[in-house]
């Protein structure tokens, strides 16, 4: 077993999920893995020592955030992105592009890269794939995304055909940037919502040696069956001795229906953002804490759950801090969430090396399937 | 040294100055003391783990705010207060009176009681010296506060007189109904800013025997010189076996002074509050965490401070996540002012038993005085 920088060991497979471990500058990272968004050098109300508690290995950065504010170049000079937030376990940037795609103002596109006003303040940017390997290196990144275009869905064949050709010829300019030895570079494969499309992409991709490869611009708007049709098929012709990263997905059902077709990594804000909004997974099914029924309710949370939450509060201290607008909600229905999530992966991790994925696999889909859309018992 | 619940022991005097310890059913409280003021069943921003860390040894509830929500027999039926919230040191409620005098709207006042009605949906209340009581007794509460009327200031001579007059009937009557042997019960010195009425109103106040004596009525507007001459007068002449506590109050240069004057207990929301708005207490005096000066600071808010905040995090950090409307950002201000407060009492408690109280009080007023309204270093 290889522990250099960028080695990806696969320790065992079970059907298409594997449990495996990827090496990075700030250590390893156990796969299947799911990654706290930590947008603006924070992941919302959370300190890095709960992050650590919950199980978070790795932190993601968005580039277009950090750049607007406070700049890469300030957080260069205050040490890197780690020294900064005070997280020294793995960090993977983004590229900046979705966020440009979707957040900025009047973008102008051209073959060197997009021009756009910033969301805050109307100031007028540039980023091309050279100036986003720049900034992520400048952040001290350990797994720096390639700039791609992301397409708006729906997009016709033609929109689609050109794009990847376009992310194409800036994965190859992001990789001639990279300078940065103690940074990985993943490649990225769009191609919408056709298989045919994301074969051609993964082709042109993969043919650039990187040390891993993502599936990008899923996540869109489309229906989330169109996407698990796509990766069950997609999944497998990945490279199996490289980390398969699926791109900001997605919901417990999404994250185990994906490591079912092979994916490795994931990353998405919903965790976060909706215990802010008062919703919590639980392995009874996603609940909402302020619903009447829990208003009394002395008991925990999740029943089959040992996080700092559900160790110490009752669903009706929860419900009141929630109905009251208090900070103390926010923190301690994140804690939960993530906890949750790092666990579903943990869980995964341990079934797939006992040889017992399909048994867990199963069990979480009853449970998901099912419940995910009602309130918990 | 009497260690039974409700024992005032001092231990060291240094002018007016007293370090002593005071017994409830949660454990002791080492005096001089700051109370944090946790209003809805939290301390703003902070788990109870983390008052401890920053050496809180007493949380404050509000009696009217949780009456209102979720609501007093709830949070009973849930174990009481204490188990509610998960902190299991010493909790003080008040009376409600404040609040129903500066929040809750269309009052009306008679010997029984007040009628008001709630400032969160216009609902009918009615709160008396009796429903004062039955309220903290159902909170779990360790120490109660009689109910009070709190005057709007300025007030004339003789609505000073006629309010001091009716407290002194609402004592006697939140004595009466006192069932709870675990909770101590202290009564609150009205009169305005008038010493005259404020010895009228200790005398009234101290012919009822009780665990501890309070000042009311301060903090409401008036000029704070004010307040200290009469209390520098008036907190040497409250009863010495007794804890002397002065509610609502106040900056660290007040409590410095108050302590002077031979108080012993405080509470305020001021750290945790100002904390939110990017204000923060050092012991270079005051400082707001936005000033561009702090931009590229890579050093800690306060380099005298040893709170988790100043381990960790740089000022430039602390200025991005504040601009940025994080809640982290409440939270590490909200860690590094109570911890300031925390360490000011820490500090003067040991000052007063090794006799150097006056030097501590001089080092502080230098420090404050100046430099309170300035931004730090």
Same mark, same amino acid.
Do not use: H
């Given at each position: 077993m290889s522990e250099s920088l960028g080695s990806f060991t696969v320790h065992a497979k079970d059907g298409n999920a594997r449990r495996a471990t990827l090496m990075t500058a700030h250590g390893p990272v156990e796969t299947p893995t799911f990654m706290a968004v930590g947008?603006?050098?924070?992941?919302? *109300?959370?300190?890095p020592e709960e992050l650590s508690q919950v199980g978070t290995q790795v932190v993601l950065g968005n580039t277009y955030h950090l750049h607007l504010r406070p700049g890469e170049k300030l957080i260069q000079k205050m040490g890197g992105l780690h020294k900064f937030m005070n997280w020294h376990g793995p960090i993977l940037t983004d590229s900046g592009g979705f966020q440009v795609f979707s957040?900025?103002?009047?973008r102008t596109m051209s073959e060197e890269g997009v021009e756009f006003r910033s969301h805050l303040d109307g100031g007028k940017y540039f980023i091309s794939p050279e100036k986003s390997m720049e900034i992520q290196m400048d952040l001290g990144s350990d797994i720096i995304m390639a700039f791609d275009e992301c397409l708006k869905y729906p997009a016709t064949d033609e929109e689609i055909k050109k794009s990847m050709d376009l992310t194409h010829r800036w994965l190859l300019r992001s990789k001639a940037a990279m300078?940065? *030895?103690q940074s990985l570079l993943f490649g990225i494969v769009q191609g919408g919502l056709s298989l045919e499309h994301r074969k051609y992409s993964l082709a042109q991709v993969t043919s650039v040696e990187l040390p891993g490869y993502a599936l990008g611009?899923?996540?869109?708007?489309?229906?989330i069956e169109l996407m698990h049709e796509i990766v069950k098929d997609l999944g497998p012709m990945m490279p199996e001795s490289k980390p398969r990263y699926l791109m900001g997905v997605g919901t417990p059902l999404d994250l185990i229906l994906s490591i079912d077709s092979g994916i490795d990594m994931f990353d998405c804000v919903m965790p976060t953002r909706v215990a802010r909004n008062g919703t919590l997974y639980t392995w009874a099914g996603k609940l909402s804490i302020?619903?009447?029924?829990?208003?009394?309710?002395?008991?925990?949370?999740?029943?089959e759950c040992d996080c700092y939450t559900c160790t110490n509060f009752s669903r009706a201290y929860l419900r009141h801090l929630f109905l009251s607008g208090e900070i103390l909600s926010c923190r301690l229905n994140s804690i939960h969430n993530l906890h949750f999530y790092m666990s579903l992966m943990k869980k995964a991790r341990e079934a797939i090396a006992a040889g017992t994925w399909a048994a867990y696999r199963d069990f979480c889909l009853t449970r998901f399937v099912k419940k995910e859309t009602q309130v918990g018992n």
């Open positions: 947008t603006k050098a924070t992941v919302k *109300a959370m300190t957040l900025s103002q009047l300078t940065r *030895a611009g899923f996540s869109v708007g489309e229906p302020k619903r009447t029924e829990f208003k009394e309710d002395p008991r925990p949370l999740d029943l």
